[in-house]
C-alpha cells in the first residue's frame, strides 16, 4: 500500500524555507506522494449567503499549486507530485492543460492531476467564472484535457469551449493521470466515467458508502476496477485513537493509497496533535504512517 503526505499549507505554506525542507523530508523517507491543497482566495465569512462554514477564511494560507509543484520538482526526488484535488472549472482549461504538462515534464513524470467542482461560490465569483454549471464544464474540461496533452492539433466546438486548431508544446512525455475527488454520488459517478482514480475521505461515514458502490459505478461505465486507483484521505492531528477508528472501516477493502494530513482541522473534531513547524509535521506523518501499516497492512 502506498502512503502519501498532504502540505500542511495552512501551518507552514507560507514560509518556503519550510515547505522545501518539509518536501524534501517527505521523499527522502519514502513517501509515495505529495498532495496539494488548492484555493486561490480565501473569503470572510461573516454576511454571507450562502454561508461559508468551512475551516479556512482570508487568512488562511495556500499555495499556488502549479507554481509550488513546479519547485518542488527540482527540490525532490522520487515523491509523486499531486494536486487533491484542483478546482478545475474555476479555471481555463488550455492554461491548465499548459501549467499540469510543464510540472510533468519539470518532475520527470511524477505528477498527477487531482481535481473536483469545489464548494466555494465567492471563489468562483473572484475569477469570474459561474457556479451553477461546474460539473457540466468539469466534464468537458477532462475531454479537452486528454485532448491538448495527446493530440498534435486540437479543435473542440463544446458547450464552454471553441478551440481551433491549436496545439501546447512541449507536451507531457506521457499521459497525466486524473483522479478526482469529492464527497457525492455524483463526484464518484464522474469519477467512474472519466476518472483513474477517486480521493475519499476517510473521516466521513458517506465516504465507505460510497466506496461501497464503485464496483457497481465502474461496471455501469463499462470499466473494471483494475487500473482504478482508490486513495483514502485520513487526518493525524485528532489523536490515535481517533485515527485507529477512521482506518478501521477500511481493513479489507481495496485501498491503493492512504493520503495523510498532519493539519488541524476543527471540522472534524478537537485537536490532540499539534505540530509547530516542519520537523514536527514529519514527525507526525512517520507515526501515521506505521499506524495506518498496522491497520491496514502493508
Not at 496533452?149 to 481551433?164: C, K, N, Q, Y
Not at 458502490?213 to 465502474?218: G, P, R
Amino acid at each position: 500500500m502506498r502512503v502519501g503526505a498532504v502540505l500542511p499549507t495552512t501551518e507552514i505554506g507560507a514560509d518556503t524555507g519550510a515547505v522545501a525542507h518539509w518536501a524534501a523530508g517527505a521523499d527522502e523517507c519514502g513517501f509515495d506522494a505529495i498532495v496539494l491543497y488548492d484555493h486561490v482566495v480565501g473569503a470572510e465569512h461573516q454576511g454571507r449567503t450562502p454561508p461559508i462554514t468551512r475551516d479556512y477564511d482570508e487568512r488562511t494560507s495556500f499555495r499556488e499549486p502549479f507554481v509550488l509543484l513546479g519547485y518542488l520538482a527540482a527540490v525532490t526526488r522520487t515523491v509523486e507530485l499531486m494536486t487533491g484535488v484542483l478546482v478545475l472549472p474555476q479555471r481555463q482549461t488550455a492554461l491548465v492543460a499548459k501549467q499540469a504538462a510543464e510540472v510533468s515534464l519539470l518532475s520527470g513524470g511524477r505528477f498527477t492531476l487531482g481535481v473536483g467542482i469545489g464548494w466555494n461560490v465567492v471563489e468562483y465569483d473572484a475569477l469570474g467564472m459561474s457556479f451553477g454549471d461546474r460539473g457540466r464544464r468539469l466534464d468537458e474540461q477532462v475531454r479537452l484535457l486528454r485532448m491538448l496533452w495527446a493530440d498534435d492539433v486540437v479543435s473542440l466546438d463544446g458547450r464552454f469551449h471553441r478551440i481551433d486548431r491549436v496545439a501546447i508544446s512541449p507536451r507531457p512525455d506521457k499521459p497525466i493521470p486524473l483522479v478526482f475527488g469529492g464527497g457525492s454520488a455524483t463526484a464518484l459517478r464522474r469519477a467512474a466515467r472519466l476518472g483513474d482514480g477517486f480521493l475519499f475521505n476517510a473521516p466521513s461515514p458517506e465516504a465507505l458508502d460510497l466506496h461501497a458502490t464503485l464496483d457497481a459505478q465502474l461496471a455501469g461505465a463499462g470499466r473494471a476496477r483494475e487500473g482504478f486507483r482508490v486513495l483514502v484521505q485520513v487526518h493525524a492531528c485528532h489523536g490515535e485513537e481517533q485515527l485507529r477508528h477512521s482506518l478501521a472501516p477500511w481493513r479489507g477493502r481495496d485501498v491503493d493509497d492512504v493520503v495523510i494530513s498532519t493539519m488541524r482541522n476543527r471540522m472534524i473534531g478537537a485537536t490532540a496533535d499539534v505540530c509547530d513547524g516542519a520537523e514536527e509535521h514529519l514527525a507526525l506523518l512517520r507515526r501515521t504512517r506505521e499506524i495506518v501499516r498496522e491497520v491496514l497492512g502493508d
